[in-house]
Every structure is written in C-alpha cells, then in structure tokens.
C-alpha cells in the first residue's frame, strides 16, 4: 500500500462527498489491486474519482482504462481468477453490451464487485435512472443490492468484498446505485481509518481454485451434458449459503464501525402497526419516508418497507413484515413488459414472496420514476389513496398503475 493512501485513511473523517465518491473512498480503503474503466454516465463519475485517488498517490492499484465495457469485466473477470481484488462498473446499455462477461463471471465463481450506476436504457435515450439494467443479473448468480445512500454506498462496498470473496460464497456482488439520485447527489458520509477496514476485510484468498502456474486447473472448460447441471447445483448451494455469509459481515461491520441497521436485508419504516405497506428499492426511501411521516400526521396507519438485497432474496423477513398488513403498495421503477398484471418486477417477486401465507395482503403496483423523473410526495399520497379505496372496496380495479404519466 502507498505511504499516501495510508496517512489520508490514518483516521476517520466526515466528508462531504457523492455517492460515487464514497465508492471510490472504499476502493482505496479495501486496497483494491485491478480496476478497470470504460467511460459511460451516471456510474464514469467512481472511476473519474479512483483515477484522481491514484493520480494524488492515494492510492496503489492497477488502473486500466479499456476499449469497451465488454473488455472492462473481462479484464476483472481474469484478474480474480489469479486472486487480485477487483472492481469495475457501468450503467444502462454499457452493462449490457458486458453481459457476455457478466455472465460468465458468476459462472466461474469470481467474486467481482460492481457497481451499476442505474440508467434508463436506450433507445430513447435517457440518463436518469430505472433499475432495469441491473435487475437483468438477477437469475445469474450475482448478489444485488439496492443502495439508498452514500453511506450505505461506501459501507456497503466493503461489506460487497467481505462476503463475495468468503472462500464459502465465491459470487460476484452487484451494488445497484440510482443514477445522479445518488451516483452525482453529495451527502456528509463518516469515512471509516485503514485500520478499521484492514479488521473487517482479510485479504482476497482464492485458496486451490487460483489461477497460477504452481496450480495448473482448468477454467472455463466446455462439460455440455456431463457435468452443467451439477455445476449449476454447486452455484445454487452456495447463493443459498450466501444469506448467512451476509449476516456474519453484516453484525461484524456493526460491531467494528459502530453502525448498521438491524437487517442486513430490509429496512423497516412505521410498519409495525401499518394497515398499507409501501415497497420500494433505492433513493426512492427518501421521498417514501417523507410521504409515510406526514400521512402519520394525519392519522393514516401507512408503513414503508425498503428492500435492500434483492439477490439473495429475504423471503422470511419479507413475509413477516409484509404479512400483517391489509394492503401493500409496490412502487416499481421498472417494467416487465408482458408480463402478468403488465406489472413490475419488484411487484412479482413480492407477490411470489407471500403467496404461500395463508392471508395474504390485496396487492397493487404502481410503476414510477421511469427515466429519472421524480418520485414527489404527492404521487406517493395518490397511491396510498388508490390502495385504501381497495381496501375499502375489497377490490382491486387496477393492480398495475402508470404513476404521473401524460396522457
């Protein structure tokens, strides 16, 4: 590690700094070795930052700037294989033109961290933020986490190491941050010391499965019939092992750093006695927080629920905060064209996730923010106002709902 990085990170600091900022920080904080960049908005702004870090001598890592966001994830892809940390990006269309890559990295078992700087996707062009681009990993293996904060964003890249490199996971860990919401919006963020960091996160082991000329292995070979379903078996095991992994980190990071909140998996706002539960992923807690808090005010018995980890998916934590309630509103900023009810993705794996309870909330989905529009207070009070009438009714006229769209 460079003299440099090691006097900036000697204490911890407050900063006020962007989302994509706070990432960079923890880059430098988890001595990352291989970063790779391909310049595409809203997520080019963490490696602008990394590339300053390393610029000043703040930070030791090899920086390669490639010639396509495909390139980009191979690179890491090969770079983890021979037990070097890594991290890369893009958004929108760029993560899609890696996916050959993407895929392949889960595939393989390289624990990659990335993160997707949430953007619309072409055509037409847009660069504010849906969540489409990532949510297109979500049946590969990857973990998926929804980041609402800077803060979370640095603390949670630091969990993303801890539990995508556990020698009992070996999975590559998506952080989902909304575009210029987060990835450009800045915030006073607590920047925790290098020796807080070097506590929490050991250094990257890939034990008998690296890459290197004293262990020849095979990689990446072709098995067709023989040997695909178990290797798919041996994935599945271990993104079931994962939830647990994530626990472990997750209470160790609240211990060592002194904050954290009680789930790693879901944050719970005024629902314990919440007749509507408001569901959402991202920044939109911000706007949802204010919208339950005034109709608290009015005596409205309104709750919001935040899914954070959206792979691996908390089933049993979502049940028992979902369960009890009337009704649940899912705010989808996304789309799943025909799909049923031409609903939302988030509204299917909910609706899937409390199926099996044998009373189950009336459910409605209301698609919003498409784009980077904004998600005001009001077209969240209009929902719960459409979702009470159901309840009050005890029936649903329109379980998907186009929010704030011109005719």
């Not at 390669?64 to 966001?69: D, K, L």
């Not at 033109?97 to 990335?114: K, N, Q, S």
């Not at 575009?179 to 890939?206: C, E, M, W």
């Not at 009810?341 to 989905?365: A, C």
């Amino acid at each position: 590690m460079a003299t440099a990085q090691a006097a900036l990170f000697q204490e911890s600091t407050e900063e006020l700094i962007s989302g994509s900022e706070a990432i960079g920080i923890a880059c430098a904080l988890a001595d990352v070795d291989v970063i790779t960049a391909y310049p595409i908005r809203p997520y080019d702004t963490v490696m602008q930052y990394v590339s300053k870090l390393k610029a000043d001598g703040a930070f030791d890592c090899d920086f390669i700037v490639a010639e396509s966001e495909h390139s980009q994830f191979e690179i890491v892809k090969h770079a983890s294989a021979v037990g070097a940390r890594t991290f890369t990006g893009s958004s929108g269309v760029g993560w899609f033109y890696a996916f050959e890559a993407i895929t392949v990295t889960a595939g393989l078992r390289m624990p990659v961290v990335a993160m997707v700087g949430n953007r619309a996707l072409d055509d037409p062009g847009a660069f504010g933020v849906e969540h489409n681009d990532a949510l297109a990993v979500r049946d590969l293996g990857w973990h998926l986490y929804w980041v609402a904060t800077a803060q979370e964003a640095l603390d949670m890249a630091l969990k993303a190491w801890k539990v995508a490199e556990d020698p009992r996971i070996l999975l590559p860990f998506a952080l989902s941050c909304d575009g210029s919401f987060l990835t450009h919006s800045q915030a006073i963020v607590q920047v925790p010391a290098q020796d807080l960091v070097k506590k929490f996160l050991p250094n990257y082991q890939r034990g008998k499965l690296q890459l290197h000329p004293d262990n020849p292995i095979t990689v990446a070979p072709q098995v067709n019939e023989d040997w695909l379903m178990e290797i798919r078996k041996q994935t599945d095991e271990a993104m079931r092992r994962t939830s647990g992994v994530i626990v472990e980190a997750h209470e160790e990071f609240r211990e060592i750093f002194g904050r954290g909140d009680p789930s790693p998996f879901i944050e719970e706002f005024m629902c314990e006695d919440a007749e509507i539960i408001l569901v959402g992923m991202g920044t939109l807690a911000m706007p949802a927080r204010v919208a339950v808090r005034r109709m608290r005010e009015a005596g409205k018995k309104v709750g919001f629920l935040r899914i954070k980890f959206f792979r691996p998916f908390a089933t049993e934590e979502v049940q028992q905060a979902l369960g009890s309630a009337k009704a649940v509103a899912v705010i989808d900023r996304d789309y799943s064209y025909g799909s049923p009810s031409f609903g939302g993705v988030l509204f299917h794996e909910l609706r899937s996730t409390l199926y099996p309870l044998n009373e189950r909330p009336l459910m409605l989905n209301f698609i919003a923010g498409l784009g980077g529009r904004e998600v005001k207070v009001r077209d969240i009070e209009e929902m719960v106002e459409t979702t009470q009438k159901a309840i009050d009714t005890g029936k649903i006229e329109q379980e998907t709902t186009w929010v704030a769209v011109r005719e």
